[in-house]
């Protein structure tokens, strides 16, 4: 049996390992150039992603429409259209690897998005 300052400890190296595991979560980022009028673009792949964050990085980029799929089945979600140059979150809960893809509806061409999965 351990002491009490002994089962403190191992709980703190439990905590501490659980933390470290927990931030070491797969994450991934990428500046998506998209041409203008050409559908939606693939930008970037993650497998079971629990956020998603989207955003124009200039005028010449806007508006523009952002969905995710599962190219595996087809399944698509959105598209959700934006017109500024704010940072756009989502939370999610999906399976299998999904695909941020974004659609260029402005002028620039090419036009840079930025997109992250979690």
Known sequence: MLRP???LRAMIVVSVAALALAGSAQAASTTCNVNASGGFANCLSLAGPNGEQVKAYHVSG???RF???RLS??????YWE???LDYHIFTLSLSGTITA????????????YYVEMQ
Do not use: I, K, M, T
Request: glycine letters at 14%; one cysteine or more.
């Open 62 to 64: 806007l508006s523009y």
């Open 101 to 112: 893809q974004v659609n260029n509806l402005g002028s620039g061409n090419p036009s840079a």
């Open 67 to 69: 969905q995710l799929a």
């Open 73 to 78: 089945d087809g399944v698509r979600w959105g």
């Open 82 to 84: 934006y017109s500024n």
């Open 5 to 7: 300052c002994e089962a």
